[in-house]
T-cell receptor
Framework: EAGVAQSPRYKIIEKRQSVAFWCNPISGHATLYWYQQILGQGPKLLIQ????????DSQLPKDRFSAERLKGVDSTLKIQPAKLEDSAVYLC??????????????FGPGTRLTVL | QKEVEQNSGPLSVPEGAIASLNCTYS??????FFWYRQYSGKSPELIMSIYSNGDKEDGRFTAQLNKASQYVSLLIRDSQPSDSATYLC?????????FGTGTSLTVIP
């Protein structure tokens, strides 16, 4: 079974530029998460989708961050305009939800963003 | 604010010893508990999940859960240099997951 896919793996941009990250979850996983992980910290949830609907985006800086999961499968996270403090690893994770499933979530390889 | 706290570390143990990693959480209704291992520059990898009080063993790893004390731990027996990583505790409440800041473990050959 293929894992969570993310691209790009690395991105370097200048502040005030825009950037987009893509995630394809494990097949059949209805729940998709985007996390931000700053060096030395645990992952911080940015947004959670259940199919194509948003479950929780309370910690998403909506003035500059946006995310969508239009068809309930893959998802895109965008930052516009980027700030220096957005330098972090952006992790996508997915989880199967349904009868008999456990709550385990699995992470993709992440996208390391550097804002100069 | 739901919190997950881990022992601050860094933790160093000699090869072959038992490494003990601890985690406390603030939300009494939390349902599921997970340990992730994260190597430097890599994403978190799920190594253990535990849902009910008591111990759960998987190879050299044992997770322990005490919901009354709101405490979950991970024991690594016969520690190997390849176990050197940051270990993240995660707690699931409803649809949400909360992560600790991680404990860095170094196993010294």
């Amino acid at each position: 079974e293929a894992g969570v896919a993310q691209s790009p793996r690395y991105k370097i941009i200048e502040k005030r530029q825009s950037v987009a990250f893509w995630c394809n979850p494990i097949s059949g996983h209805a729940t998709l998460y985007w996390y931000q992980q700053i060096l030395g910290q645990g992952p911080k949830l940015l947004i959670q989708f259940q199919n194509n609907g948003v479950v929780d985006d309370s910690q998403l800086p909506k003035d500059r961050f946006s995310a969508e999961r239009l068809k309930g499968v893959d998802s895109t996270l965008k930052i516009q305009p980027a700030k220096l403090e957005d330098s972090a690893v952006y992790l996508c994770a997915s989880r199967h939800t349904g009868h008999g499933s456990y709550n385990e979530q699995f992470f993709g390889p992440g996208t390391r963003l550097t804002v100069l | 604010q739901k919190e997950v706290e881990q022992n601050s570390g860094p933790l160093s143990v000699p090869e072959g010893a038992i490494a003990s990693l601890n985690c406390t959480y603030s939300d009494r209704v939390s349902q599921s508990f997970f340990w992730y291992r994260q190597y430097s520059g890599k994403s978190p990898e799920l190594i253990m999940s535990i849902y009910s009080n008591g111990d759960k063993e998987d190879g050299r790893f044992t997770a322990q859960l005490n919901k009354a004390s709101q405490y979950v731990s991970l024991l690594i027996r016969d520690s190997q240099p390849s176990d050197s990583a940051t270990y993240l505790c995660a707690v699931n409440t409803g649809n949400q997951f909360y992560f600790g800041t991680g404990t860095s473990l170094t196993v010294i050959p």
